[in-house]
């Protein structure tokens, strides 16, 4: 069984066009991530959110809406997309413990043309 | 603002050899973690030493953690092809769960 899991793992969409990614976590954990990995494999986060409730929101544009059914689901969706969007996104949970070892999806791969 | 630093950006080694990853940081921490990026998958997690930690050890890896120099290594011994790979140091601040990771080291072992 897949731990994090995060579909599509690609997507190809015009710009302007509006997008979701979702990412659904089978470890009972309480805090997900959304991470954004650019062209040079930096790491950056976006979003946490901890049992359905936002916790962190970075400097993202607000074209970046995540929203938390529950607190096993953490979607990402993007709206008027943009170049500048491409990149592979992450999500993440983590796990119990004051450790903060996160647990990653395998990523979706969205190319905006 | 970025906190880890990476160095090398990239090593190739050859099968066997050891192999030294390098991070540096920038402000108080609670932990520093180690990831592992395969090719077109997500990061796997390591390796995590606590701040009051020097050593830890796990497996063929070895990590240390110098806060009077905020900076850590990591230490692959005995490298295999499959160690092939991006490592990614992460910090967690101290009073916070946050973690924040550098641009990685790409790691290449050649059979």
């Known amino acids: 069984d897949t731990a994090v899991s995060q579909t599509p793992k690609y997507l190809v969409t015009q710009m302007g066009n509006d997008k979701s990614i979702k990412c659904e976590q089978n470890?009972?954990?309480?805090?997900m991530y959304w991470y954004k990995q650019d062209s040079k494999k930096f790491l950056k986060i976006m979003f946490s959110?901890?049992?359905?409730?936002?916790?962190i929101n970075e400097t993202v544009p607000n074209r970046f809406s995540p929203k938390s059914p529950d607190k096993a689901h953490l979607n990402l969706h993007i709206n008027s997309l943009e170049l500048g969007d491409s990149a592979v996104y992450f999500c993440?949970?983590?796990?119990?413990?004051?450790?903060?070892?996160?647990?990653f999806g395998e990523g979706s791969r969205l190319t905006v043309l | 603002s970025q906190q880890g630093e990476e160095d090398p950006q990239a090593l190739s080694i050859q099968e066997g050899e050891n192999a030294t990853m390098n991070c540096s940081y920038k402000t108080s921490i609670n932990n520093l973690q180690w990831y592992r990026q395969n090719s077109g998958r997500g990061l796997v997690h390591l390796i995590l030493?606590?701040?009051?930690?020097r050593e830890k050890h796990s497996g063929r890896l070895r990590v240390t953690l110098d806060t009077s120099k905020k900076s850590s290594s990591l230490l692959i011994t005995a490298s295999r092809a499959a160690d092939t790979a991006s490592y990614f140091c992460?910090?967690?601040?101290?009073?916070?769960?946050?973690?924040?990771f550098g641009k990685g080291t790409k790691l290449s072992v050649i059979p």
């Open positions: 993440a949970s983590r796990g119990e413990g004051d450790t903060g070892e996160l647990f």
């Open positions: 959110y901890n049992n359905k409730e936002l916790i």
């Open positions: 470890l009972g954990h309480d805090t």
């Open positions: 030493i606590r701040s009051n930690e």
């Open positions: 992460a910090t967690r601040g101290a009073g916070s769960y946050q973690l924040t």
